[in-house]
């Protein structure tokens, strides 16, 4: 199999097995048998640890295994009640939100629309929300655990929007898109018209600013060290700071100047938090 596989990828440096840590042995044997045998790429065994539920280790003998597909629909239903929780889901009562994202996109002709078409929209709108949410949840869960760790998965936990999750990066992403929306002016206005003004920083700002320049050395360590486990971290730190920072100041009703200064640097935080998420094979979702 692995003499196949440097054939099918002639130009290949390096091949990874990932697969789980209890087959250390085996793959310890077997590229010490490759090289014997004079195939010389770099073979690598990226092992990870159990995947184990909070109710205990899975057992097929004990009929506890949960199946990946029925794992993702748990938590996709999770992640749905936690979206409808979250934001009180009214359709009726939302309709005219939707009738100024109508008019916004379409000419008044196109926008005649029936109220129960309106609402079949916001219910798909929803669905497609909840289904990035729930993938979110569960990728990164499991990518922010160091691969050589057990994992410990708790459905309930991955779905919040608080604290290290993928939906908490998600929503802070989509916080960003709401400002932007907000804002009529474009990013290389916004950061041309910056420039106009002098740049003083304040705490947060700074914070903001340290953490983006590691970015590109968050990427480079999760590569050498084959563990997304890095970049994971540094996004939920990454927007912690965004967070704490929108707290505490203005950006559209700050003074001309500070307001230019923070949506620039805000462009550049959903940019990066985008990239990011994709990194991980997370969708970056527009609104939440």
Known sequence: MAEL???EY???STCIYVVGKDQEYHF?????LLKKLGLNKTYYHLSYGLMRLKEGKMSSRKGTVVHADELIEEVYNLAGNEYIKR???DFRAQRSDMSRLEANRHTRESTKRTEEEIIDDLKNQRQEQVFAIGLAALKYYLLSVDPSKDII???EQAVRFEGATGPYIQYTYARMRSIRIKNQESRIENAARAQEFEIVLNQEERVIINKL??????IEKSAREYSPAHLAHYLFELAESINSFYHKHQVLKAEEGDREKRLALLDVCAVVLKKGLSL???????RM
Request: proline share 3%; no cysteine.
């Open 5 to 7: 596989r440097a054939e």
């Open 10 to 12: 002639p130009k290949a």
């Open 28 to 32: 310890k044997a077997l590229f010490i």
């Open 87 to 89: 934001y009180k889901l």
């Open 153 to 155: 998965f708790d459905a």
């Open 213 to 218: 320049a590691q970015f590109q050395s968050i």
């Open 280 to 286: 991980l094979g997370i969708e970056a979702v527009e």
